[in-house]
């Protein structure tokens, strides 16, 4: 992506629309306001233009993901699945709701279904915030006990849900109606393709959509088939 100091903040997103998320973090209008050059809006936000067209230039730049996920511990699969996956989700909700928001109130009158859309993902918005905060305060810390006990080759003590097959049950059903929200989004929104003549924030919406989609599968991969599969086996050692 070539950035120069007369480029707009519309061409940009138009060539991208990834880099809508950077410019609504920075407070800069790239929809209706969006024909002002880049230079201008970083004068006009006290933003260093250096350190905003870095960051914009870094999305052409994707971190590979081409990782051996099977063979690492489950304390260190925990901590990547809570610092990328659950960080990402908390971020990108926010993002995403006031994208949904926004197109509803002002195209929902033509395009009814955005009004949906809008209402499924703050649904799943919530769903997955409690969702989350079960996994970080109930399931993941008991995994970590027993792989510290394994490790040590000590004790553990029952749970008061009793084995972590339950936990695991209840966070295995929660993927799977996320999932069914999600596949009703998609279907909604045509695959995630906005309309002809869509503005930057319709399409931001529906690409961040697809994007928190994209992230979700994998997130729930390393749940549902690697972290979940081995705390299982893991914990039978213990005769829990």
């Not at 991208?16 to 920075?26: E, L, P, R, S």
């Not at 006031?98 to 929902?108: F, L, R, T, W």
């Not at 009004?115 to 109930?138: D, S, Y």
């Not at 993941?140 to 004790?155: H, M, N, T, Y």
């Amino acid at each position: 992506m070539n950035i120069t100091e007369e480029s707009t903040v519309a061409e940009v997103v138009t060539e991208n629309i990834k880099t809508a998320d950077v410019f609504k973090k920075y407070g800069i209008d790239f929809c209706c306001g969006g024909g002002i050059s880049i230079k201008k809006a970083c004068e006009k936000h006290n933003i260093f233009y250096a350190d905003l067209v870095k960051e914009l230039s870094t999305l052409d730049h994707p971190v590979s993901n081409a990782y051996n996920y099977d063979a690492w511990k489950l304390d260190f699969l925990i901590d990547h699945i809570e610092n990328i996956h659950h960080s990402y989700v908390q971020e990108s909700t926010q993002i995403i709701l006031q994208y949904a928001a926004k197109v509803a109130k002002v195209h929902g009158h033509h395009y009814t279904e955005v009004l949906e859309i809008n209402k499924l993902f703050n649904t799943v918005a919530q769903e997955l915030a409690v969702h989350m905060k079960k996994e970080e305060l109930i399931l993941f810390p008991f995994i970590k006990q027993l792989v510290k006990a394994d490790k040590e080759g000590r004790e553990v003590k029952v749970p008061h849900f009793g084995t972590v097959n339950n936990p695991i049950k209840m966070m295995e059903d929660e993927h799977e109606n996320a999932g069914d929200i999600f596949k009703e989004i998609k279907q909604l929104s045509n695959n995630y393709m906005p309309p002809e003549g869509a503005c930057n924030t319709f399409k931001a919406l529906y690409a961040k959509l697809n994007e928190f989609e994209s992230d979700l599968h994998q997130h729930i991969h390393l749940e549902n088939n690697i972290l979940f599969p081995k705390a299982i086996v893991l914990e039978q050692k213990y005769n829990i």
